[in-house]
């Protein structure tokens, strides 16, 4: 948890993890397209078999969550069509 201090009469500081960042300076582009390139080399990507498994567990969790609410909402159909005096129309 950071906790807040003064010090000597200026605004009060928050100590905590995070590093201030001290004198930015501005970076070239070519400084700048090195490092993400450096930073893109870090990234793990996914395997064609993992993004197919993957692909496969979403398309069924969607089916089963569609049979799912189906289920509910007819449910919840009947009963107010037999417990409230109204006529309800089939589809």
Request: hydrophobic share 45%.
């Amino acid at each position: 948890m950071a906790k807040k201090t003064k010090s000597g009469g200026k605004s009060p500081l928050v100590e905590g993890k995070a590093t201030e960042v001290k004198n930015k300076k501005k970076t070239s582009p070519f400084e700048f397209i090195q490092q993400v390139r450096n930073e893109a080399a870090k990234v793990t990507w996914t395997t064609r078999n993992e993004t197919i498994v993957s692909t496969i567990m979403v398309l069924i969790m969607v089916a089963i969550m569609a049979l799912f609410f189906f289920l509910v909402d007819q449910g919840l159909r009947f009963a107010v069509c037999n417990i409230l005096p109204i006529e309800c129309v089939s589809p």
